[in-house]
Nanobody
Framework: QVQLVESGGGLAQPGGSLRLSCAAS????????MAWYRQAPGKQREWVAT???????KYASSVSGRFTISRDNAKNTMSLQMNSLKPEDTAVYYC????????WGQGTQVTVSS
């Protein structure tokens, strides 16, 4: 049974930081292409960042230079370090594993507000 569990969401001020984590089980994590997506109220879910099993990364232009995706294959975890947060980063953030038949986590709320 595949499980992806996100944690680390919460409230941050503009310019602040948060770190999200995704704990995975039931998949071959070492080779899985992992990604973060987010969905703001009233908007479609959008891609944020991807990391391959070998550690290659890609970012959406809206977060490039501010967010850093990483993974620990020994612990089956993926993280998203979010710095210089903006109100428009407010969304539910989802962890995704795989590409063709992906698995999704339940999401964690990130709110950026003063």
């Amino acid at each position: 049974q595949v499980q992806l569990v996100e944690s680390g969401g919460g409230l941050a001020q503009p310019g602040g930081s948060l770190r999200l984590s995704c704990a995975a089980s039931g998949i071959n994590f070492n080779t899985a292409i992992m990604a973060w997506y987010r969905q703001a109220p009233g908007k479609q879910r959008e891609w944020v960042a991807t990391i391959t099993g070998g550690g290659n990364t890609k970012y959406a232009s809206s977060v490039s230079g501010r967010f850093t995706i990483s993974r620990d294959n020994a612990k089956n975890t993926m993280s998203l370090q979010m710095n210089s947060l903006k109100p428009e980063d407010t969304a539910v953030y989802y962890c995704k594993a795989g590409v063709l038949n992906p698995f999704w986590g339940q999401g964690t709320q990130v709110t950026v507000s003063s």
